[in-house]
């Protein structure tokens, strides 16, 4: 078979091309595999539920009739236990499962803030 002699340096040409454009569009391009968008879409996804499922974890912790005592084992806990102290007090729990979500109380226990908050006496009645 006979080719034209221009043939041979276009088909280089295109192949040359064709792996300058994919490694400029996966290194600066933003391009990415399948696998990579769909963990970065599960770790997004996860990260949106336990955003809200925090103020679910607040309004537990606020209506608990024995806050008093587990937000004071909770200040008392060690910085890196208290994660455990706020899952061991329920709040962590969301309805519906049986077991604590680590990943919502650890934004729970930032979003309490417990060694800013002060501490509510028994007896305190609100007046709003």
């Known amino acids: 078979m006979n080719t034209p002699e221009w043939l041979k340096p276009g088909i280089?040409?295109?192949?040359?091309g064709a792996v300058f454009v994919g490694v400029v569009g996966f290194t600066w391009g933003g391009w990415v595999t399948g696998g990579t968008a769909h963990d970065r879409?599960?770790?997004?996804?996860?990260?949106?539920?336990?955003?809200?499922?925090?103020?679910?974890?607040?309004?537990?912790?606020?209506?608990?009739p024995a806050r008093a005592e587990k937000l004071e084992t909770i200040r008392a806990a060690s910085t890196y236990q208290r994660r455990d102290a706020l899952m061991e007090a329920g709040w962590a729990t969301v309805p519906g499962t049986d077991a604590p979500n680590r990943d919502i109380a650890q934004a729970c226990l930032a979003a309490l803030d417990v060694d800013s908050l002060p501490e509510r006496p028994e007896s305190a009645v609100d007046e709003g």
């Open 12 to 16: 280089y040409g295109a192949v040359i």
């Open 41 to 64: 879409a599960m770790a997004m996804s996860q990260d949106d539920v336990v955003a809200s499922m925090v103020p679910v974890c607040l309004e537990m912790a606020q209506s608990d």
